[in-house]
């Protein structure tokens, strides 16, 4: 590598190819999975429940075997059908749901807990430095059950972090808080892996969390990687309606596409990505991507309103019965029932095949 390279290009610290995982036999529980991250890149695994997630951290924090593709941890082997490297030689650090405190040890001991290849006085320096970065400086002595839920979830993060780990995995890690504490520790987190450039690897079910996260979000459906990419690009440009679905609402309506344009119930969406598919295509239509205003024409009509505090969410159903929907800010308000028109304000259009395209 040339000195350019190495201020330019960042170490690939995690790596999977084509990893597939099984719990019984014919049923792989995740299967194919390539996915990497660079050094000090924060990566989520999102998707519902049981697609997976758990099981890629698990088998990356070597938990679990992988019946055929690789684990490369910085550089080295650690997980094919025939290498397995235990996970205590996997220099990962891991934060649990539940934490998994040592309860009957006293936080500066849970800390300290990894430290044991260290010297008694840098093992005492690194505890407080680490007690200092989560900002538990002056509750060593206390015991788990002492502590409020974010100030054991610091506790488990300090705990993963004092060894200097090659990699951060965590697994659903804000499941247990509240939600306004969900948001103060997950800007905690945010800073504090910027801050010490750590790798991190986070699992959770929660597209907001993901995209307040990430650099790169891996979406799961029933153990298949369906899209990896930027928070961005995962919103705006979904490969498939699955993932569409579920990061953010978004509501897909008939289009055909004649001269170079997708004709809409709704508008005509611009062909940019030259879309060379069947004429019958769906249109992926986001609630930012539509405005309304009040008309006489009875194409569009308000079929109801939810109140999102500074935003609206109405519901607007076409004359073809399809159901699309808008936000407008609080302050535009509109009466269930009203007629609308409807201007199309997207920068980009994200297209799916017809369905029943091959048999009509
Ligand atoms: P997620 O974390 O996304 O909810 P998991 O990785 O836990 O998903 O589960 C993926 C699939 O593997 C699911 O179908 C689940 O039922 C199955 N599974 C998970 N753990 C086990 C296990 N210990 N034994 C058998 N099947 C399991
Ligand atoms: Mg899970």
Redesign the pocket.
């Known amino acids: 590598m040339t000195p350019d390279q190495q201020t330019t290009e960042r170490a690939t610290i995690l790596d999977l190819q084509n990893v597939t ?1 099984h ?2 036999a014919n ?1 792989p ?2 299967q194919n999975i390539s996915i990497s991250a660079q050094e000090g890149e924060i990566i989520c ?1 999102l ?12 088998a990356i924090a070597g938990f ?1 075997k992988v019946t055929t593709g690789e684990i490369f941890l910085n550089g080295q082997l650690v997980s094919s059908a025939n290498t397995h490297t235990p996970t205590e030689r996997r220099r990962v650090g891991m934060v649990f749901q539940d934490y998994a405190l040592f309860p009957h040890l006293r936080v500066k001991e849970n800390v300290s807990f990894g430290l044991q290849a260290l010297s008694r006085t840098s093992r005492q320096e690194r505890t407080a430095t680490m007690l200092d970065l989560v900002g538990l400086t002056g509750f060593e002595q206390r015991y788990p059950h002492e502590l409020s839920g974010g100030q054991q979830q610091r506790v488990a993060l300090a705990r993963a972090l004092a060894p200097n780990p090659v990699i951060l995995l965590m ?2 890690p804000f499941s247990n808080l509240d939600p306004d504490m969900t948001i103060k520790m997950r800007n905690e987190l945010y800073r504090l892996l910027r801050q010490t450039n750590t790798t991190a690897v986070l ?1 959770t ?1 929660d597209h907001q969390e993901a995209f307040a996260m990430a650099d790169r979000v891996a979406v ?1 459906e ?2 298949i990687l369906v899209q990896y990419d930027t928070p961005e690009t995962i919103y705006h440009r979904p490969t498939c309606q699955f993932v569409a679905e579920f990061v953010g609402k978004a509501d897909f309506i008939p289009g055909v596409i004649q001269n170079g344009t997708i004709e809409t119930e709704i508008g005509a969406f611009p062909n940019q990505g030259g879309y060379q598919g069947n004429s019958k295509v769906i249109v992926m239509v986001r609630p930012d991507d539509i405005k309304m205003s009040q008309s006489t024409s009875k194409h569009a009509k308000i079929i109801s309103r939810q109140f999102r505090g500074s935003q609206h969410l109405y519901a607007i159903e076409l004359a073809t019965g399809h159901i699309v929907h808008s936000v407008e800010p609080s302050d535009h308000s509109y009466e269930v029932n009203t007629n609308v028109s409807l201007e199309i304000i997207a920068t980009h259009t994200v297209l799916f095949e017809h369905p029943t395209e091959s048999t009509s």
């Open positions: 995982c719990y019984q049923q529980a995740v695994l998707g519902p429940s049981g697609c997976g997630k758990t099981t890629t951290l698990r679990e697994d659903e699992v079910h799961l029933d153990g």
